[in-house]
Every structure is written in C-alpha cells, then in structure tokens.
C-alpha cells in the first residue's frame, strides 16, 4: 500500500484516529487524556499534513487536538470570522501580516515554506530553452527567465510559433497555467513575481507603481481564460492528464517535492520542475488568535518529529536537514537551496494590484497582449 | 431497499419513450421509498420538493450526465456509509439554482460535467465549498467509419478547421447538444470557436465576432439536436442519416461498446485542441458539518484506485488520479486543452451567437389544448409558459430559451377541432416586435370545447409539411392534459404518421389529467420525448424541450 495514495484524503481517517490513540495511549488502565481542542483556519494546501495521524499523534502527546477549516489565504485575511479559532495559517506572509495586525496578535510563526516553481514536462524545458527563456541557474537546476517569459507573452506568442517546436505544436498562447489570482495565493505568489519584473526588478511599494504594474501583468491571468480556484486542482490535471492540458503550471515546490517523496510513480519521467528566476517563498505563517493557537505555532516550530513530517510533505523547515536528507533518499532533482528569491509586496500593495485585476476581470475589457 | 430499486428499474423500463422527464425529478437511489410511496414512478419530483433527507444521506444536485454511474453510487452505502440520493437538473438551469441559492438547505453538494459555466455568475463561487474531480472526458466528433475512412480522418491528424472546411463542404452530418441546456453541447461550441478563432487565448467578443462566418459553415451539417447528452446518443443509435456525433469521449465509446449502432463510431481527436469535462463533486457552502463529512468519505471512496479503474472500465471515462492510467480504449494522442471563457459576458455572448446567428434556424409547431378542462389555472399557465418563451424569463436559462432570431413558430390551438394555424416569423434581428405579438396570441387564448387530440396533431404535422424549408430543425409540441374525445383515434393518426415521407418528432408535455400511455406512444413513434408537467410547472417542461428544437 503506498503511503500517500490516501495522503489528500485522510481527513476521513481523522476522527476515529484521535479515539483510537487517545485509548491506545491511555496505558495501564489510567483514565485516557482529556485533549484540549484547537481550531485553525488554514491554506488548504496544509490541510494533508494536519490530517495526518502521525501528525495529530505528535499533538496528541502535547494534549492538543487540532481540527482545521481550509480556506484561500486572501479569505482568511479578508473574510473568514477568525473568532471562533485559536490560530490562523495562511499561506502567505503578506496575509499573515495582515492578520496579524487586524488581530492585535503579539507575534507569528512562520515554521515552513516553500519556494513557488514551476512544474512541466521535458519537451516543454527543451523547447523553451531554445527560445532562450529557460537556462540553467548554474546551481543545479533550471530556471525560468521572468522577464524574457514576459516578453514572450507581451508578443502574444503562441507555441506553434516557437521556432524549432516540433514537440508541441499546439495553437495557443505560451502562458503558464495558474489558479484564479482573485482567490488563490499561489497565484498571488505569481503575481507578485511578475510584479517584481514589470516593475524594474524591484518590490512594488507604492499604490502608482502597483496600478502600472497589474495593468501590466493582467494578461498573464486573464488572457488564460477560466482558471481553477484552487491549486490542488490544476496539479492534478497536470499529473493525470499531461502535457495538452497543463504544459507549464505555477505550483508550490512542495506540491511536487511530496509526489516525489512518496515514491508512487505520479511523477512520470518527462516531468520536470523548473523555478522562476526570480522567484518567492511561500511563508507559511502561522499567527496565534489564543494561547493554545501560539502552542500549536510553536510546536510546528520546534519539533523535530513535526519537521520532519513537514518535510515528507514537500516543505522547507527551519532546519534544512529533513528535506535535504529526503531529496538523498529518493534522489530527487530538487536543489539544496533557491537562490533568487524576491520579497512579495506587503498586503495592500498585494491587495491593491488583486483589486485591479479584478476590476479588469469585471469591465469585460478585452484582454491585451500588449502589456 | 431491493424493493426501492425495483421501483427505480420499474420506472426506468416503462419510461423507454419518456426517458426525457422533469429534469428536475427526484431519483432516489437508496433512500427515498418511503417518501414515494410503493410502486412510485421516478419523476416524483417537482422543482421546489426537497429530496429527502437522513442522518446518512448526501444529497446531490447533478447533471443526467453521471446518471450512468447510479449503480456504483448505489453501493456507496456499504462501501463509504454514504447513502447518495441524486435529483437532476440541465447545466444551466443548474447554475441558476446553484447561484441564486435555490439549492442551499435542499441539496449538500452538487455534481455536474463542469463548474466552469457556474463559476462565471456573479456570487456562485461564494456558494461553493470543496471541488473534487472524480472523471474527465473530452468532447470529441464521433463519425461513422466508413465516413471517416472517406474523409480520410483515419489515423490521421484533423484539426477543427479541417472538421468546419468538410462541414460547409456538407461531406458529413452530425448531431450536438443544445451549448444552452447541456454541457457538451456548450463545450463543442466554445472549443470550436477557440480553434476557429485562431486567437490563442480565451475567446471573448472580438474573438467570437471574427469566428461566426466559420462557425455557421461549421454548424450547417448539424442535422440533429437535443437537450441532453443522453438523450442525443439513443436518437442517433435509433437512426441511420447522421453520419456523426458531437459529443463526449465516454458517451462515443459507450455507444460502441452498446452493439446499438450498425456501424462502429470514429473518434476524431482533433489536433488543435478540446475542451474536457471534469465532473467536480462539490460541496455546497450551506452544508452542515455532518454533510460535509458524508461529502469527503465519498469523494474519497470515489477517487480510491479500485473505483477509479471501475469507473474507467464501465463508464469509459478517464481517471483523475495519476495512479490509475488510462487504459488503450482512450488512445495515445496528447490532447490539448483548449482555453475556456473566464467571462460570464463572453459565455453568454457565444451561446446567443450560437442560437440566434449560427445554428440552422428551427420550425416550431404548438399544437395546444384549448379544450373546456384547461379553463383557470391550466390556462393560465400555458400563457405564462408561452409569454416565458417569449423573452419574459430573464434567468439563466430562461433567456437562453426564447423564441429565437430567424425562427418560425406556429401556433395551432385546439378544442374539438384543431383551430386556425397562426405562424410567427422572427427576423434575423430585433425579435422584440415579433416576441411581442406571441405574448398577445397567447394571452388571447381561451378554455373552451372538446378535445380532438390527434385531429389536431395531424393537422400539425399538415401544416409542417407544407411549409417545412429544407434546413431547419422542424418539431411539434403537443401540449394537452386530458383524454380525445373528439375525431380520429391514436390507431388512425399511428398509420398517418407512417405514412408520411419525410418524418418529424412531436415532443409531448403531459399536463393535467393526460393519458400517459397514449402520450408516451406518440413520442415513442415520432422519435420524440415526454415531459412531463404534472407536477411541475408548465413553463419549465416548455423550457426543457427548448434544448430539443
């Protein structure tokens, strides 16, 4: 039985789980321990690892039971009624920031994250390295060169027309895939490093800059076409349905670390991941809405079993040497370290350029290719 | 339980002809016995009854599309504690509900063939929970053989624009659901229109605008239409003058596999591109916790590798999970996705093209029970459905559903002897006018007299033939809701009707106190379909054979 197959579903599991390690713990006929529940809301990215039995075990042990609600970062920054949970964790630290300051909350955690990348297929890279938007970083792994993909898209450039393409002639425009950018923080993460490039290679930091830029960058969104609201969804399509559907799509590193680690074969042997150069992190960011919410932050913080089981997940943790020594043991193509990463743009700039997109979504303008 | 799916089986068998019913009926799989009482047909349900409920059930709004996977749905009880109890709906009439919150506190999740569409009404997204893909299949063109092997598509790489050049060169005919009542229908045409346009990106109004000379070149070899996937592959399966089908990959290959078809279904990938429904089961956000739990033991039991691979075997549509590849039946070729609208006002743009500039224009003839027993509320219903038809619904799928530009509507009201013939011709713009003057003949009819049902179908079908262009979609509607009293029998009109050489469907509305046998017998002969209106409204039968004409 592989391990994972039940990794996205094992929130079945999760409540005959705890009963079955709160009476498997209970040892010589003591009473069995009374759990303190805590409530989360969270990126449901997350929400795999915290169904995890090995994972409620480990909270178990520390007289938590953490029961979480997923919802989109932006959500949970903007929307979600935080009263009734110990801690909020979205995906992103712009939307943590924010939390934490509507919230009055003393600090955060940010335990994991994971470098935003880019997974496709190998006739894709080849392709794109001929039109000289791929290269390799020099570092081990390939990347994506931003601002010549921008250039590509601002040309309207559509695959058949890549020169030398014989590998996928297909009749539509060269566009990485992503979710919707009005609901989905990975998306966000893109933006926020087109935003960087349009923007002279530098962090938008003003509301003038931040207009300039999404009226730039809108078409990598909108000219797509609908996009899922998730990013669950679109990796699937790329792992099920291949290259027509999904050539080039936006995920979280760790999404693609995971099907590695786990071994089960749904990383075919064409498949490749490339990085964005430049690229950012996704910080997951936990912040504490009460004294059991900080302890669950601390706990993903410093525990060496919640490390490492964050890792099996395809998460980056304070101490590199639990990745590390999974991309040994599976020897995985995954560099030790990301080198260019930017910062994404504090909340409101984020805010503000999401905002512009989705007035251009509404208004129905038709989408240019001429940023 | 065994007696609920004998009733289920019952239902199924006596309704062969009126397998097109009430899209809103409630079918209950596992559930629902009690509440339809013994021996009950299927289409118990009416648009606002809630199906019924249990600490078990998940209660789903669906499309007829994933009513191929009830008999495994039925052993979701035994296998994942789910009892899943479906109630059925159009795409779009779907979305309207879904959307305007119709389905919230009736229904815990949905599942149709895509949420795209859905997605694109403002504030749908907000009443949608969790989305899990359980199935994909692409809609491809499914060609006869020997009309493939002509055309020389055999094997060989075809594009869209190949397909459209052969269609206006009218090399071949073939069959396509209403893009306004069914989603593959709605899938061919934004495909077709992204391939056509020659854009690249998703399609929005330029686009469209620059795609309509082919589109209606393309679109001149549909012959046949209807409002739901299934519904198009049994009339194609019963008849042997379209050479093809527009529809998805698993219904092409389930019709090959059925031994119904004199001869075997190319499936044509076509190179540029496709659109792929991807059956996402959903979680309303008005689900309480306990639904929401009953949701994902399903949408796990659902993705686990076995009901994967079973899925994939008998309802020949892919799997979603990467564990579980498809097998040879689905072929080798990458099929590539082509972009879909991400704009309501670009979707709704390309099905009213579609309707009112692209598709041959139909010929519609109503042949309407005026007779003493539609006095009052019949009556007066029929003029709602009428006036509705006439632009006065303004939902979803409402406006989708009006008399359209260039169609010619007959009406040929009834009591003991058919009644004058009155036709409406609406021009190729600005119906307004016309709409108007239909809404004032309707509104003038009055309850009065006999009832000479099939005198007065004959006379439709008289009236058909003598004014039928060669190119349009011809059909009759035969609205009543009580037994002939008056002039020839059904026996008499039977061997009219086989007399006649060129052919066309009578879609039936059982309304009132209609002799259901009779009325199914006359659908089944002419090829058409039931739909029955007795427990629902009038209107929303009306509605529903919009999809078929």
Redesign the interface.
Known sequence: M?RW??VG?A??LGGAVVVALVVGNRGGGTKPRELTLVRGVIGSEKKPFFDDQRVRAVFAGHGLRVEVD?AGSRQIASSVDLKKYGFAFPSSAPAAEKIKRDQGAGRTFAPFSSPMAIATFKPIVDVLAKAGVVRDSGQGYQVLDMRKYLDLVAK?T?WDKLPGNTAYP????V?LTTTDVR?SNSAAMYLSIAGYVANGDDVVTSTAQGAKVAQAVAPLF??????E??TE?PF??Y????????PMLMVYEAQYASRLFAG???IRPDMRLLYPSPTVLSKHTLVPLSPQGAEVGRLLQEDPELGRLAALYGFRTASAKAFDDLVAKVKAPLPASVIDVVEPPDYDRLEGMITAIDRL?RS?A??S?TP | MSGDVQAARAGRTRSHALRVRRMLSVLALLAATAACGAGASTDTGSPTAAPADGPKVLRILAGSEIKDLEPLLKRAEDAAGVRVVLSYAGTLDGADRVASGGADGKYDATWFSSNRYLSLIDGATARLSTQTKIMVSPVLLGLKASKARELGWDGKPVTWNDIAAAASARKFTFGMTSPAASNSGFSALVGVTAALSDAGEAVDKPQIEAATPKLKQFFSAQTLTAGSSGWLADAYAKQGTVDGLVNYESVLLGLNASGRLAEPLTLIYPGDGVVTADYPLTLLSSATPDKKELYGKLAAWLRGPEVQREIMTTTYRRPIVPEVRPDRRFGSASLVELPFPNRRSAADELIGVYLNQVRRPSRTLFVLDTSGSMEGDRIDALKQALTALSGADTSVSGSFSRFRDRETVTMIPFNSAPGTPQTFTLPERDPGPTLQRIRSYGEALEARGGTAIFDSLRAGYEQARSSAGSGDFTSIVLMTDGDNTDGSSYEDFASYYRSLPVKFRTFVVIFGDSNVNEMGKIAQLTGGATFDARSGALAAAFKEIRGYQ
Not at chain 1, 222 to 227: E, I, K, N, R
Not at chain 1, 239 to 246: A, D, V
Request: net charge positive; charged share 25%.
């Open positions: 592989k197959i039940g579903l929130l079945l997923t309207g559509r297909a009749r539509k425009r566009l609901t909108l000219d797509q076409g609908y996009s609201t998730s969804a699937e399509d792992l099920s349905l291949g290259m027509g559907k999904t089960d074969g749904s979504y129905g038709a989408p290719s």
